[in-house]
């Protein structure tokens, strides 16, 4: 059964930095790539960050574009977000999220974690 | 980016109903669409993607039709469980985007 456990949430200034970790099992962790997914409270959902199966593509959201940092550990199948410069509107609950191919060789995310709440208030 | 639109954003239905919920892209897409069910509390979860196939264990009143820019989720006769919110997403160009959703509530 696959997976996913988010840590690492809480709240933290303005300004401040989290680092947010995924715990993956039920799975081969090396071969997938991998993404983080928010939800601001009462709002939809929000793609994040992408980081494939070898770390050696990673993709941001403009929003978090240099301030968040995706990252993994294939050896601890483990999935990271370094998050600095944190501001009120990153207030949200963070979801790993797998990803799988479709037919066309298309990625897109099947499986995801329960989340970690991460608030960003004074 | 692309940015998607979901209509209606609420869809108020009796049990056993059927419930349309449609998805538009600001440019295509082609088959690159999934549709993900939310439940109060709980995570996203999978039920469509390349536009019409169901994931695993999706029961198969749920059906996914469209291309381009055009999608839309039938959900033929509903279930009490049914009752959700459900978003569409594209996944054909970075950044992935979400629709704003559209919420499945009791009539």
């Known amino acids: 059964e696959v997976q996913l456990v988010e840590s690492g949430g809480g709240l933290v200034q303005p300004g401040g930095s989290l680092r947010l970790s995924c715990a993956a099992s039920?799975?081969?962790?090396?071969?997938?790539?991998m993404s983080w997914v928010r939800q601001a409270p009462g709002k939809g959902l929000e793609w994040v960050s992408y980081?494939?199966?070898?770390?050696?593509?990673?993709y941001y959201a403009d929003s978090v574009k240099g301030r968040f940092t995706i990252s993994r550990d294939n050896a601890k199948d483990s999935l990271y977000l370094q998050m600095d410069s944190l501001r009120d509107g990153d207030t949200a609950v963070y979801y790993c999220?797998?990803?799988?191919?479709?037919?066309?060789?298309?990625?897109?995310?099947?499986?995801w974690g329960q989340g970690t709440l991460v608030t960003v208030s004074s | 980016e692309i940015v998607m639109t979901q209509s209606p954003a609420t869809l108020s239905v009796s049990p056993g109903e059927r419930a349309t919920l449609s998805c538009r892209a600001s440019?295509?897409?082609?088959?690159?669409l999934a549709w993900y069910q939310q439940k109060p509390g709980q995570a996203p979860g999978l039920l469509i993607y390349?536009?019409?196939t169901r994931a695993t264990g999706i029961p198969a009143r749920f059906s996914g039709s469209g291309s381009g820019t055009e999608f839309t989720l039938t959900i033929s006769s509903l279930q009490s469980e049914d009752f959700a919110v459900y978003y569409c997403?594209?996944?054909?160009?970075?950044?992935?985007?979400f629709g704003q959703g559209t919420k499945v509530e009791f009539k």
């Open positions: 980081i494939t199966s070898s770390s050696n593509v990673i």
């Open positions: 390349g536009a019409s």
């Open positions: 039920g799975f081969t962790f090396s071969s997938f790539g």
């Open positions: 997403q594209q996944y054909n160009k970075w950044p992935r985007t």
């Open positions: 440019q295509s897409v082609s088959s690159s």
């Open positions: 999220a797998r990803g799988s191919f479709d037919n066309a060789g298309f990625y897109f995310c099947d499986y």
